[in-house]
């Protein structure tokens, strides 16, 4: 071989995987903004007792129906509570029921998914079927269900969220590991002598990676907007607590005569739902090598 | 001998009933030596590699001995300890058979940590040298780079640099070139051959291409329907072919000197395996179909140190299978 295959060269210190993502994110600017603004968000769920200029549930039916001013800067809602504040206190609640809720659902469905797609057989049946049963009844319904049988409360709410996602990823992960588990790659790594658990895991997963990130961040979409609509049955949170969904569900009834009620609550969930989308798309860009370098 | 195969058979259940995409197969490979198997698609010959590495989905029975023991009586555990180190396969599809979200280093790296006791310092040096080795330029650069950056015989090379990332004493080389042009055919086929030597390493070659088998192997078994029909040394095969089905195969071959308005051809198709014919599996196809050629499978027999599966070269009736 030629003498520039030496072995005495110095060998070139790749970018490390972690930067390289990092740099085509950075490239994407939608991506980049979505990131702002989740960032920004978490900054406010952390720091929300020194950033709220009022108490949140500190009600003064004087001041009710006040427009955006200067003292309150989203007005005041039916029972005279600074919209601001309240938004501010939410946002913590939606954020972690988001985050939460798919975590929990992403995991345990990507785990079952891997099995069953991966082993097939009856282990498959058993488990997709079970996950049909969960699809068959409309989400809603099944995690009002779930909150029947674990009782009222946030943290109940996110449990029985990320419960209903779950079939969700399982048919996500087991339809791409079927397709993927017969390619000569998969068959390439059994042949030099990888176990199942190391196929699944370092084969097989991260060509899954790319639909499942985007379908993860739609899902805290879907998620912010669940714990919404069980806020607006009373199931979810438990008044006078400020979280989002529950504040449009309460607002709705002024939609003509005090817009401001609705659309800064509103506005909160669509921002964040936006945010988490773009940075979803961003995000699977980045993770793939192919469209990484272009 | 390092590796003798002994009434392979491997069967697969369907709807239909059970297939036998390997009837009976017998052969053996020994150290440094290169044994082409040939023939049409679905004559058993990948399930036939895939069965000695132990990855088939279907019911397979006979006895794999490597280095006298059974590879089939062992554990999955033990199985996945042979694979990659003593016993490497490369693959027919260079492009889909490299992994695309990791990069070349990383799969390189992954099989040589599997297998040898060796620091990732250490791996990283040994995958550059097989780079060097499969004769890619800059591989200190290249092996940073993913599949997706490289061409159809620069990933051949990196599977087989894989492979053989181990010392393996076996490979099986399943169509290793068919994906690949002409000019990186010869290359690869080139390095196989260096390596063999090199490294004293058995070569199953798996292949449908006669041109490949005649410069490279040291013997060759034709496979039809999942059975061999003729065994020989490579230069008894072209020089001399016994059975009607190798004639027809070599005749296939289109010559450049040859002045041929139609190119030879092999008339009918090969039959389904769930829907045999009676008798020999050829029985349909063959110019010399006798009678008893539609009833009765013929033997494998020996004649001077090589194997046929004809009547033609039967003395007596009785030698059936």
Redesign the interface.
Known sequence: ??E??G?E?V??K?ESQLKEIWYSLCRNKGALIALGIIVFLIFVAIFRDFLMPYDPNYSDMGKAFQRPNSEHWFGTDQLGRDIFSRIIYGTRISLSVGLIAVTFALTVGTVLGSIAGYFGGKVDTVIMRCMDMMLAVPSILLAITFMAALGKGIDKAIIAIGLVSIPEYARIVRGSILSIKE???V?????????DMTIIF??IL??V?SSLIVRATLGISTAVLDTAALGFLGLGVQPPIAEWGDMLGRARGFIFSAPYTLIFPGMAISLTVLAFNMLGDGLRDAL???SR?K | MMLEVKNLTTEFKQKKGTVRAVNNVSFSVAPGEILAIVGESGSGKSVTSLSIMGLTPGKVSGEILFHGEDLRKKSVKEMQDIRGDKISMIFQEPMTSLNPVHRIKDQLCETIIRHMDLSKEDALKRAIEMLTLVGIPSPEKRINDYPHQMSGGMRQRVMIAMALSCHPELLIADEPTTALDVTIQAQIMELIYQLREKLNMGVILITHDLGVVAESADRVIVMYCGRVLEEASVVDLFANPKHPYTKGLLASIPRIDDQQERLYMIRGMVPNLADMPAGCSFSDRCDFCMDKCRQKMPKLKEVDGRAVRCFLYHDEEEETE
């Open positions: 071989m030629s520039q295959n072995q060269q060998l070139e790749p390619s000569d790659y068959q390439a790594a059994k042949v030099i002598g990888n176990n370092k084969h991260p060509n990676l793939d090598p192919k370098n």
